[in-house]
């Protein structure tokens, strides 16, 4: 399998730029309503794609265990250090496209603002489906090129590609735009169905967001939200969808897999664990897991 880029968010101070810094909280709280409304109510096993900081994962309160997943090393000791150390958190540095868990291991995986990273994102759902059981909810956000905006642009002739066809569109580099019903193909193709859609960030508009009080926005957008089965014109979407049962088999056993050689019996030392099939080890620094390649 060729390895698709990578983007990498190490050393980013993005959580307080972006976020805290940066006049986000509008769109912070609409994605805490979506997930209010998507979440399950309970679960054991939670697995955080591209957790980065840890910002969602406090949204994540009615799961017994969260796994955070970052390709990003410095990303996850920002998140350790908002989160702590403790039973109920465990921390990877690790690659989407070749997760270090074994098969039909999580009952529930988040992934939020990270698939417009990704290059081969139907190689990605592939692999995220093999790490789920049957049934499990997995909630996706993705950014919609059939956003308002990007066709007022398309109709006026300031842009040049086209927001109603199915390709995806690379507008920089590793930031890509997708047609909402080729995410929805790319889904059942890896073997979930959809359950459930939600459009956000309908007031995305910096004079907007200047003009009306956050919270008024927020009760706007979390109305607006519910129109999303019906279409998906915002710039961000969220859908719920819920794992096949072409994966029906026993329990899994332990819990990681060499995800170089797909190996699941590793030994475990204070720091790294230890492939026995082809002998590599992935250090364990501080309590995180570090399964990237070097």
Known sequence: MTQPPICNYEGSDY???????????????????????????EGKLMLELGAGAGRNTQRYRNFERVVLLDYSFTQMQQAQARLGKSDRYTYIAGDVYRLPFVDRLFDAATMIRVLHHLAEAPQALDEIRRVLQPGAIFILEFASKLNLKAILRYILRLQSWNPFTPESVEFVPLNFDFHPRTVRQWLHAADF????????????????KKLIPTKILVALDAMAQLTGDWWQLTPSVFTRSRAGDSSKGAAPEGFFRCPACGQTSLTESPDALHCTNCVRTWPIVDGIYDFRET
């Open 15 to 41: 959580q307080t730029t972006f976020w805290e810094e940066g006049g986000r909280a509008y769109e912070d709280q609409v994605e805490a309503v979506a997930l209010r409304r998507l979440l399950p109510s």
């Open 193 to 208: 169905q959809l359950e459930r859609q939600l459009t956000l960030s309908h007031f995305r508009i910096g004079i907007l």
